[in-house]
């Protein structure tokens, strides 16, 4: 069987984080050709990490080359009677294997691309929607720039949608962003991480002389970490090491610097994430701050190499993947971090049984999950 993989992404930058996962565009295994159509025209990945995402010997990549199909300006202006015709051009320019299966990696406009596509082909379309956005979080945690994206983008999305004959989605939310009439076509499938190699911790101890947090992940607004930053400035015996970059990084240097504590909190910035998952296990719990409606990477990492989740409750908690987690829940201020952290530190929690049961319910979500993708 054939598949063709569509995304508007780049897979150098996936290469540079170390987030190059085996056979991640053929998870069983049963495509024995793979062809990726990218519609980002610069920096093609290397053979070696193509094979690796293919998983066969058989792959092949191309990029689109119409400027109307992908620059910003025409594609998210032009009519959509256009687009028909432009795309059925540029496939037989490209010349590729008439797939068994079509993946498009994202919705919106390069979803109804990726539609067009799979009509001239005449084959099945399975795309995959990373994101949730609400109204509070457009309003408050999207940049000017990613608003008038999304903006741009929505006139394509239930197209997309209901071209599709299948939605993956990484987190039960996103659920609520896709119509009643493509509901039946959703299949929850949780963010693949290297399971394998992640070193898990033994047990954990928490002592008067050294605690050590850690917090791994993109440093923007609604995750920014500014309030446990300023929780944990005067906690005598807890550090903190932030492994992630972005726009508050500047912020977060800023504050270190005023309250003169490097030494106390460490700002490693961005980090291989092979090198990240060899490293959790010397800290002894993961904190974060997410005003996102989500399940992160990050999260299930940390759960996997066996450390207790320090997290505002607003609005994870009453998600579905949390409702059997057992959380350190604090109320997203300052003062209710610097509480659980104390709490944490005089061993207020059982924190092997924590540890155990996020363990094994983590490892519930895959087996329960991961399957059937194509």
Not at 49 to 74: A, R
Not at 360 to 371: E, L, S
Request: proline residues 2%; hydrophobic residues 35%; aromatic residues 12%.
């Amino acid at each position: 069987m054939k598949k063709l993989i569509i995304l508007n992404q780049k897979i150098i930058e996936w290469e540079k984080k170390g987030e190059i996962k085996q056979n991640y565009f053929n998870p069983n295994k049963k495509f024995k050709v793979i062809t990726i159509l990218s519609f980002v025209t610069e920096g093609k990945p290397s053979n070696h990490v193509l094979k690796k995402l293919c998983g066969t010997s058989k792959y092949d990549y191309f990029t689109v080359k119409n400027k109307l199909l992908t620059n910003n300006f025409f594609r998210y202006l032009l009519p959509l009677s256009f687009y028909k015709a432009i795309v059925n051009k540029e496939l037989k320019s490209l010349n590729l294997l008439k797939p068994d299966i079509i993946r498009c990696i994202g919705d919106g406009y390069v979803g109804y691309i990726s539609s067009l596509i799979s009509k001239y082909y005449k084959s099945k379309l399975i795309i995959s929607i990373h994101t949730f956005i609400s109204f509070k979080i457009f309003l408050i945690y999207l940049t000017f720039k990613e608003k008038v994206i999304y903006f741009a983008d929505y006139r394509f999305r239930n197209k997309s949608h209901n071209a599709s004959s299948k939605i993956i989605i990484p987190y039960s939310k996103i659920r609520d962003n896709i119509n009643t009439i493509n509901q039946h076509k959703i299949l929850l499938a949780y963010n693949c991480v290297e399971n394998v190699k992640v070193e898990k911790k033994q047990s954990t101890r928490f002592t008067n002389k050294s605690n050590k947090l850690v917090f791994v992940g993109r440093l923007i607004k609604g995750k920014s970490i500014i309030k446990i930053v300023k929780a944990i400035i005067n906690l005598k015996n807890v550090s903190l090491t932030i492994y992630g970059d972005g726009p508050e990084r500047k912020k977060i240097e800023k504050l270190i610097k005023f309250y003169n504590v490097k030494k106390k909190i460490k700002l490693i910035g961005f980090h291989d994430n092979l090198k990240i998952l060899k490293e959790l296990n010397k800290f002894d719990a993961f904190i974060a701050y997410h005003k996102f409606y989500e399940f992160p990477k990050t999260l299930i990492e940390a759960i996997n190499s066996r450390l207790p989740i320090i997290l505002n409750k607003d609005p994870s908690e009453n998600l579905e993947e949390f409702k059997k987690l057992k959380i350190i829940w604090t109320d997203g201020t300052v003062n209710s971090y610097k509480k659980k952290i104390i709490n944490l530190t005089n061993h207020k929690y059982n924190i092997n049984l924590m540890v155990k049961n996020n363990y094994n319910q983590v490892q519930r979500f895959f087996r329960n999950n991961q399957n059937n993708y194509d």
